[in-house]
């Protein structure tokens, strides 16, 4: 009984470890979409063949303006995510394709939750720019 015991310890630890390291391996994948989400979630991939093949989507990077001058995907317009607010009008229409990120996410989708509240229809929120495996600027 003892052994049965200490054979079944072992095998969970080992699960334990297998499911730590595959976490820690795997990359880092944008959260699904809930059901009731108002904007999409891509991947940064996905954000990247959206800016290649439309020349009128709008990449808002919701860090400040520090942040940004420090390096931002370029064509990227800063409008922090502290200053969006129902109060201020901004100059995108209603119906453009916005492409929302920050730095690792978290800004991110706060910002694509009140432009949809806004009523901005076509919002998609990639995540960070520490997932961004493409070029950034400075300029």
Same mark, same amino acid.
């Given at each position: ?48 063949? *959206?800016?290649? %093949? $439309? ?14 001058? /420090? #390096?931002? +995907? ?32 978290? *800004?991110?989708? %706060? $910002? ?14 990639? /995540? #960070?720019? +520490? ?9």
């Amino acid at each position: 009984m003892r052994n049965l015991f200490l054979l079944a310890a072992i095998i969970c630890f080992g699960m334990a470890i297998i499911k730590f390291f595959a976490a820690r391996s795997s990359p880092n994948t944008p959260a699904p979409r809930r059901a009731n989400q108002k904007y999409l979630t891509l991947t940064p991939e996905e954000a990247k063949a *959206r800016l290649d %093949e $439309a020349e009128d989507v709008i990449l808002l990077d919701v860090r400040t303006q520090e942040e940004f001058d /420090g #390096g931002h +995907i370029p064509g990227a317009v800063c409008l922090p995510n502290e200053d969006i607010s129902a109060d201020l009008p901004l100059p995108f229409d209603k119906d453009a394709e916005i492409l929302v990120y920050c730095r690792s996410g978290r *800004r991110s989708a %706060e $910002a694509a939750e009140k432009l949809a509240d806004m009523g901005y229809e076509n919002v998609a929120d990639f /995540g #960070g720019i +520490i997932d961004w495996p493409y070029e950034t600027t400075t300029n």
